[in-house]
Antibody, heavy 122, light 112 residues
Framework: QVQLQESGPGLVKPSEALSLTCTVSGGSVSDYYWAWIRQPPGKGPEFIGNIYYDGSTTNYNPSLKTRVTISADTSRKQYYLKLTSVTAADTAVYYC???????????????WGQGTMVTVSS | DIVMTQSPDSLAVSLGERATINCKSSQSVFYNSNNKNYLAWYQQKPGQPPKLLISWASSRESGVPDRFSASGSGTDFTLSISSLQAEDVAVYYCQHYFDTPQAFGQGTKLEI
């Protein structure tokens, strides 16, 4: 079955960039949108953005748009998140997730990675 | 942006009793052209990612026990658990996917 796995540094210094990778295994990535979602400690999840499987289309949360880039490497079945100029407010568990229905991002998230905790601290 | 607000923030229910969680969106998430509400419910247990329970406001995902049900339309939605089991202890979130940015509620912590 399809599985998602996030990876990347667990500690990032303030003002630096956060970079994470989502690796998809066990199935095809084709025709789906893939999303990044974060969850600060004790709070609800927050949508960061999504990307079409081939990288041709991205959609970002306007509140983060100036700092976020999501990209794709279809051959590796990997999706990347870069968040620049981080502050303590960016401390969260970061998840990658799949939008359930192909060819649209207007649907729920049916598959999630286990998440990776990123702490912003000097 | 559409804001999702859940009530209550926490809820304690006896085993076997009914639990009801409410979710309100700041704008309608009903799309007239296909007659669908773009609203999902998730269950999150400690140390785990959210698990999709309900989509399109009332459609249960495969494998989700039928004690979970959901209803509502437009801006007001409800998730019900008909007979609470110990394994239902979790935080429950509603989420709209009507437009970008999609947004989640703040969560409702369900306890025994």
């Amino acid at each position: 079955q399809v599985q998602l796995q996030e990876s990347g540094p667990g500690l990032v210094k303030p003002s630096e960039a956060l970079s994470l990778t989502c690796t998809v295994s066990g199935g095809s990535v084709s025709d789906y949108y893939w999303a990044w979602i974060r969850q600060p400690p004790g709070k609800g999840p927050e949508f960061i953005g999504n990307i079409y499987y081939d990288g041709s289309t991205t959609n970002y949360n306007p509140s983060l748009k100036t700092r976020v880039t999501i990209s794709a490497d279809t051959s590796r079945k990997q999706y990347y998140l870069k968040l620049t100029s981080v502050t303590a407010a960016d401390t969260a568990v970061y998840y990658c997730a799949r939008v359930r229905t192909t060819l649209t991002f207007f649907d729920a998230f049916d598959l999630w990675g286990q998440g990776t905790m990123v702490t912003v601290s000097s | 942006d559409i804001v999702m607000t859940q009530s209550p923030d926490s809820l304690a229910v006896s085993l076997g009793e009914r639990a009801t969680i409410n979710c309100k969106s700041s704008q309608s998430v009903f799309y007239n052209s296909n007659n669908k509400n773009y609203l999902a419910w998730y269950q999150q247990k400690p140390g785990q990612p959210p698990k999709l329970l309900i989509s399109w406001a009332s459609s249960r995902e495969s494998g989700v026990p039928d004690r979970f049900s959901a209803s509502g339309s437009g801006t007001d939605f409800t998730l019900s658990i008909s007979s609470l089991q110990a394994e239902d202890v979790a935080v429950y979130y509603c989420q709209h996917y009507f437009d970008t940015p999609q947004a989640f509620g703040q969560g409702t912590k369900l306890e025994i």
